[in-house]
């Protein structure tokens, strides 16, 4: 059933709405005409899907952070359109235009109007517009998350078999886009379970548990990549705390415009909230009918679902001890403002005021968001392109260039096509991909970066330069004279930004030691113009004269 207003919707609410879609529509078209080469993290996704074969792909896939679907549509894409950087951008463009129309799908499934809310609250987010267009699985999930809640929605109130089948279809897609879509359905299964079983709508509710089950036992073909990935994260321990996780969303749904965006997303929960409990308290003291059922089981939901995915994803982070990143909590905003705008336009007769009210709060959020949101969206992924070329300019074939964090590898590897020696420290051997399972056995092997040192003083011996992208850490002779000992470290145990620091420092106290000449050749691009996860410096180095 759709939650609506008693009163029929007015052309300003649809007016605001469109409004606000299209200032979306010229974000998403800003991004893409702005964000240029792709990152280190969505090369290894494009790796992943450009495996040689799609049990290759499979294999892979342990590598990254998704499950199987993304990597089926971009192998499919790339292999139709190829995989130069205009054409992977275009289908991170599609797939954000795509979940503007999932938005407006959703917000007529839940509460037959324009989803004004969602649009102010989240499509027109410079972080869910930068993560959800990126060439990862982030804006499938969004589309899918969306369908998913629309269609667990439906079966509250009509378990019909059409009902089922498309839940059952949006459930399994979405859980098979994203892993943080699983967490997204335990809570919103959790939540419509409970609420049709409140009110004895048996049928729903077991309607809901074989759909809920069955996909969860889809997703049991992901435990040996999950597993995996778990065993290899060790090398980055986290330590997350509730402050941590609070402090990342509110700097998600704030955009970087001001704490402002936080306050009013807690008020919209609280808001929604009370409303949803008030439909519940109007909803008991009718008689007992169809509309009544449907009421209380919209208003329980509302209830349940928002504090049940909240305590899940938090739950899940700290057990977990993964980074908390922005582009984790992109589906829970989505499920949070479909919800919250939900409950709200479900309390009967409402007065006009909130009529108002919602129409003008979308325009008070949502307008200076979209104001400020270009600057945002206009810088580049990396300024990796700029290092590479001046790479080209400046440096001769016997040169050498070192890359100072492993992980940055990648996009050298994916964008470099000249023939200079390179090498990250400490080498990978493998670049395409983040191996975190070869990181670790050179941490275990007591090795360190031996043959990596060796390289750099034969290239400056034999008059060659040495090219450096990224930073070094400064060590004492003292320290830097011993090799760490194999992992676990007894003071630092599986930590890999011990060992990678070190090992970096050891190579630029080598370049210090056998270099006379150093120049800064490229200095960081301005923060205006690249984003911070991969902006880094070019040195470079030679013995001279």
Not at 24 to 50: F, K, M, Q, T, Y
Not at 149 to 162: I, N, P
Not at 277 to 294: G, H, K, N, V
Not at 328 to 353: D, K, N, S
Request: aromatic share 10%.
């Amino acid at each position: 059933m759709k939650a609506k207003f008693s009163t029929s919707l007015t052309r300003p609410e649809y007016g605001i709405a469109a409004l606000l879609t299209l200032g979306a529509i010229v974000l998403h078209v800003v991004l893409w005409a702005n964000v240029g080469d792709p990152w280190r993290d969505e090369v290894n996704s494009i790796a992943v899907a450009s495996s040689p074969t799609w049990s290759a792909t499979w294999d892979a896939m342990r590598y990254d952070s998704f499950p199987f679907l993304y990597f089926a549509l971009l192998r499919v894409w790339t292999g139709v359109f190829g995989d130069a950087a205009a054409s992977l951008r275009a289908l991170g463009l599609c797939l954000g235009l795509g979940g503007l129309g999932a938005v407006w799908w959703l917000g007529r499934r839940m509460h037959a109007g324009p989803p004004l809310l969602i649009l102010a609250m989240v499509a027109i987010s410079a972080a869910l517009i930068r993560y959800g267009d990126a060439n990862r699985a982030y804006g499938l999930g969004l589309i899918t998350a969306a369908l998913m809640l629309g269609t667990v929605w439906s079966l509250l109130f009509d378990s019909s078999k059409k009902n089922i089948a498309f839940a059952a279809i949006a459930c399994l897609a979405a859980t098979h886009s994203t892993y943080q879509n699983s967490l997204l359905l335990l809570g919103i299964g959790s939540a419509a379970i409970l609420a049709t079983a409140i009110n004895r709508r048996w049928r729903s509710a077991a309607c809901i548990v074989a759909v809920c089950a069955t996909t969860a036992i889809t997703t049991a073909i992901y435990l040996p990549s999950v597993s995996f990935a778990k065993s290899m994260m060790v090398v980055f321990p986290w330590s997350i705390s509730v402050h941590d996780i609070l402090g990342v969303f509110g700097e998600t749904v704030s955009n970087g415009y001001g704490d402002w965006q936080k306050w009013i997303w807690l008020a919209a929960i609280l808001v929604g909230l009370t409303i949803a409990l008030l439909s519940l308290f109007i909803a008991i003291e009718q008689p007992a009918s169809t509309a009544r059922s449907d009421a209380m089981t919209r208003s329980l939901f509302v209830l349940m679902v928002i504090p049940m995915l909240m305590l899940i994803y938090t739950m899940f982070m700290i057990w977990s001890d993964y980074a908390v990143r922005p582009w984790y909590l992109l589906g829970l905003m989505l499920v949070l403002a479909a919800v919250i705008e939900a409950g709200i336009a479900a309390l009967p007769e409402p007065p006009r005021a909130i009529r108002i009210i919602l129409p003008a709060l979308a325009l008070v959020i949502g307008m200076p968001a979209a104001a400020n949101a270009p600057a945002e969206l206009k810088r580049r992924a990396s300024n990796m392109p700029d290092l590479i070329a001046a790479i080209e300019r400046e440096g001769g074939p016997q040169d050498l260039v070192i890359i100072t964090e492993w992980y940055v590898g990648l996009t050298f590897n994916h964008l470099y096509k000249g023939n200079k020696p390179w090498m990250t420290i400490p080498d990978m051997g493998r670049h395409s991909v983040h191996r975190m399972d070869i990181l670790k056995a050179r941490m275990m092997d007591g090795q360190g970066v031996s043959r990596e040192l060796e390289q750099i003083t034969r290239t400056l011996q034999s008059g060659h330069r040495v090219f450096v992208i990224g930073n070094f850490a400064r060590l004492s002779p003292q320290m830097l004279r011993s090799q760490l000992p194999p992992a676990p470290h007894p003071q630092y145990g599986w930590s890999s930004g011990n060992y990678t620091a070190y090992w970096a420092a050891q190579a630029g106290a080598a370049l210090s030691s056998y270099a006379s000449n150093a120049q800064l050749l490229n200095a960081p691009a301005s923060r205006e113009t690249t984003m911070d996860w991969e902006n880094y410096p070019l040195f470079v180095f030679s013995r001279g004269q």
